[in-house]
């Protein structure tokens, strides 16, 4: 069908699609086109859109763009390259395909869509998922502030938005369980945890059905849009539902004193290699948005079938506004960068020191405020963690996972590299520039076997993903402690929730920026999956409904997040105190089981330490005890003083409620020594 609505040439300043009054302005990036079309639907299902054609009179640059009169919010729209400068370089180019706009707000998916009929070749009018043009400048933020909590204080909860309520014993209303919306109403938990900020698993608009396997997309690392927050996790379908219902999400967690994180996939697409769906990057620039070989073939650093081509300049300018978007329009807090070492690879696909895109963004004015936080390694090998270009970076590292985990299972030769990993790993962030909470610490997230899991099985079981086993990670630094899998055993039971308690503590109290994962203080479980990747369903909801040891978990980590803060290991983001300064400091305040001797031979697996807590002006000792039988200890004196008076705040060893005292008005005196338990941790404090 020809056009039927007057237009203009309209203009590039914006790309995507702005309403302006009288109509709709639309702009989009296409280099080697010389002529493209815009498709203007009446349904995501229409197979008669009005066709309107884009010339050399709607070209600026590389650009093209139209004003079209008469249409507004609401409108379903798509793009077709019909002419590109050299089609034999371009193998993805076809007249027929309907392509998504890259920076559109909203996606529709027609009632029988299924993916792969758009992997097919020839027109998908009927089968692809299409852009709706959306005025999103009507919300009303009631003066919405961000909560820009110090590191220091800092905890960071790891949670899917859909897992989170809607298994029906989270008790949300039922329509908005699994949404922005159901997760509102469990901010008062959020708040009793003492959680700071959450980090929200992707909510880019991706496909759900994308899975090798054929189940589903779960965890939402397959992004078709970097600019619309994902439809299905709304509990209101309108025109206007997902992204006000993140927005009124925001808001509301921001009103609770909680920062919002969200998990961003800028490292590959939906579209996956030759063999995928065509959406929109590979119809528009192949070459510019994805890495490929000199025979054309998708470079696949990040197991998913393509790599974003993030060096070039449109990939890196796309980047940067995606972060503006969800900053500025959505209010979000921060984000942590999924494989982020992927943006340090140039077009060609090989790492540069100088990575232009990382560094953008650490030094962009508009994202100052912005908290930034990389995966920094791929998936074909590239490891940055502690060289990440950029010295905003957050990193998560790995390495302190894999130590606090290894000391846990009780591993010889640990102990030199554990107080590293506790004192914020400055042998691995070794520049005088670094702070010290560069380091993301965490001993779980949502890649790997949960917490409760960490401590009951030794090998993974994969088996209900549907590829034999063979998914997810082999080497976890796991123990059983007796037994693999759920038992009655009480003395297992025991021993696994007291190392619970002691990898909660032990990621709680080192010195870095602390993330926990969803459902780790009420020991939920995936059933020894570790790769939980297509599981919508009960293995990955959590489930409200806690036993007696739950309770007690959940109990411990509220007050050990609540001591945290109060009695961390550092005052504020004093960002001149160094991690070697801070090593130093800790190294003269090592102990063993007499004080000022620390053991730290090949077969040590306790240590002491001793630091001062400046914002409540008291000493803090704690004893780290993972050897099988107990040890007494002999308690050094405060220093500054002659008193050998400490009062007990933690021992994971204690059953509930005596294992955290630290904010009761009952506590043990101890002097002289103290008796701590095989695998246990201490904490405690002077008068």
């Not at 967690?253 to 590979?282: C, M, Q, R, W």
């Not at 890649?447 to 080497?475: C, M, P, Q, R």
């Not at 050990?560 to 090593?583: F, P, Q, S, W």
Request: a negative charge; charged letters at 20%; proline letters at 5%.
């Amino acid at each position: 069908m020809g056009s039927r609505h007057e237009t203009a040439p309209g203009h590039c300043r914006v790309l995507g699609a702005t309403v302006e009054e009288g109509g709709v302005n639309f702009a989009i990036y296409c280099r080697n086109a010389t002529h493209i079309e815009l498709l203007l639907f009446s349904t995501p299902e229409d197979l008669s859109p009005e066709i309107i054609r884009l010339d050399s009179r709607n070209k600026s640059g590389y650009y093209f763009h139209v004003f079209v009169q008469g249409i507004g919010d609401g409108q379903i729209y798509g793009w077709r390259v019909t002419g590109v400068q050299d089609p034999e370089k371009t193998p993805w180019w076809d007249p027929t395909k309907v392509l998504m706009d890259p920076y559109c707000n909203r996606i529709v998916f027609p009632r029988d869509y299924q993916r792969k009929k758009t992997c097919l070749p020839g027109s998908n009018l009927h089968s692809n998922p299409k852009s709706v043009v959306i005025d999103l400048s009507g919300f009303d933020w009631e003066g919405d502030v961000h909560p820009r909590h110090s590191f220091r204080r800092t905890v960071i909860y790891e949670m899917h938005v859909k897992g989170f309520t809607a298994d029906p014993s989270s008790e949300v209303t039922p329509a908005k369980r699994g949404t922005y919306a159901g997760l509102i109403e469990k901010i008062p938990y959020l708040q009793e945890l003492g959680i700071t900020a959450v980090e929200l698993l992707p909510v880019f608009q991706f496909d759900p059905s994308a899975n090798m396997a054929g189940k589903t997309n779960y965890w939402g690392y397959d992004p078709i849009s970097f600019f619309a927050p994902h439809s299905f996790y709304s509990s209101d379908q309108s025109l206007h539902g997902p992204a006000d219902e993140f927005r009124s999400m925001v808001k509301a967690l921001h009103k609770a004193g909680i920062e919002v994180f969200i998990d961003v996939v800028y490292n590959h697409t939906s579209e996956g290699d030759s063999n995928g769906p065509v959406f929109n990057f590979k119809g528009l620039a192949l070459d510019e948005y994805y890495l490929t070989d000199s025979s054309g073939k998708f470079l696949n650093f990040t197991g998913c079938g393509n790599t974003i081509n993030a060096s070039s300049p449109m990939v890196k300018k796309m980047i940067t506004d995606s972060l503006l978007f969800w900053t500025e329009v959505m209010h979000v807090d921060g984000f942590r960068f999924d494989l982020a070492s992927i943006l340090s690879r140039n077009t060609k696909g090989d790492p540069i020191s100088d990575a232009p895109t990382l560094l953008a963004i650490d030094i962009d004015n508009r994202l100052a405020n912005t908290r930034i936080i990389a995966e920094a390694w791929d998936a074909a090998g590239l490891y940055q963690v502690g060289s990440l270009p950029g010295r905003r970076w957050r990193e998560w590292n790995g390495q302190f996972r894999d130590v606090v985990r290894r000391f846990i299972r009780g591993d010889d030769n640990i102990m030199q590299t554990l107080i590293n990993r506790i004192n914020g790993s400055p042998d691995i962030y070794d520049s005088n520039d670094a702070d010290p909470y560069k380091s993301l610490n965490f001993v779980t997230c949502h890649d790997g076997f949960t917490l409760w899991d960490l401590v009951s099985y030794e090998k993974k079981h994969n088996h209900n993903n549907g590829e034999n086993n063979i998914d997810g990670a082999d080497y976890n630094f796991s123990c059983n402690n007796g037994v693999e899998g759920e038992t009655e055993d009480r003395q297992i039971n025991a021993l696994r929730l007291q190392q619970a308690k002691n990898f909660m503590f032990m990621n709680l109290f080192s010195l870095g920026t602390t993330m926990v994962l969803m459902g780790d203080e009420i020991l939920r479980t995936q059933k020894g999956n570790n790769n939980a990747y297509c599981q919508d369903n009960e293995i990955s909801y959590m489930n409200w409904k806690l036993n007696k040891m739950q309770k007690n978990m959940l109990r411990f980590t509220a007050n050990i997040i609540r001591a945290k803060t109060e009695v961390g290991n550092e005052d504020g983001d004093r960002d001149i105190i160094t991690l070697h300064d801070k090593l130093r400091a800790c190294q003269h305040t090592l102990h063993g089981v007499e004080p000022n001797q620390p053991d730290l031979s090949p077969s040590s697996h306790s240590v002491g330490m001793m630091y001062y807590a400046p914002l409540v002006k008291t000493h803090v000792y704690i004893y780290l005890n993972n050897y099988w039988d107990e040890l007494r200890i002999t308690l050094p004196n405060v220093p500054n003083t002659s008193s050998n008076n400490w009062y007990l705040c933690v021992d994971t060893s204690l059953p509930s409620p005596r294992d955290v005292s630290i904010f009761s008005d009952k506590r043990v005196l101890c002097q002289g020594s103290y008796r701590v338990r095989p695998r246990s941790i201490v904490m405690l404090i002077s008068g």
